[in-house]
């Protein structure tokens, strides 16, 4: 049973930059897409980005694209989300996701103040 932890959320000001991590354990990943949603009060979950097993192919959702960006070490199990030039609507709760929607993390705050 594949277990992921999301970690690396927090506040920053807008223009800020936030890096954040998703380590899976219980099982390998490695050959899983891996991908980022986000939940914002009131609102449903999004998706963000995804990254193919390999690392080699990337889709990110227009609203973070050219701000975000999605990469993995399969060595440690391990996906990233860097975001740069944050903005207040980027305030939600993060979710790791692996598989497709097999796996869940239980997310990470993020708080973006202007």
């Known amino acids: 049973q594949v277990q992921l932890v999301e970690s690396g959320g927090g506040s920053a000001q807008a223009g800020g930059s936030l890096r954040l991590s998703c380590a899976a354990s219980?099982?390998?990943?490695?050959?899983?897409?891996m991908g980022w949603f986000r939940q914002a009060p009131g609102k449903e979950r999004e998706f963000v980005a995804t990254?193919?097993?390999?690392?080699?192919?990337?889709h990110y959702a227009d609203s973070v694209k050219g701000r975000f960006i999605i990469s993995r070490d399969n060595a440690k199990n391990t996906v990233y989300l860097q975001m740069n030039s944050l903005k207040p609507e980027d305030t939600a709760v993060y979710y790791c996701?692996?598989?497709?929607?097999?796996?869940w993390g239980q997310g990470t705050q993020v708080t973006v103040s202007s």
């Open positions: 996701n692996a598989g497709g929607g097999t796996y």
């Open positions: 219980g099982g390998t990943t490695s050959r899983y897409v």
């Open positions: 990254i193919s097993w390999s690392g080699s192919i990337t």
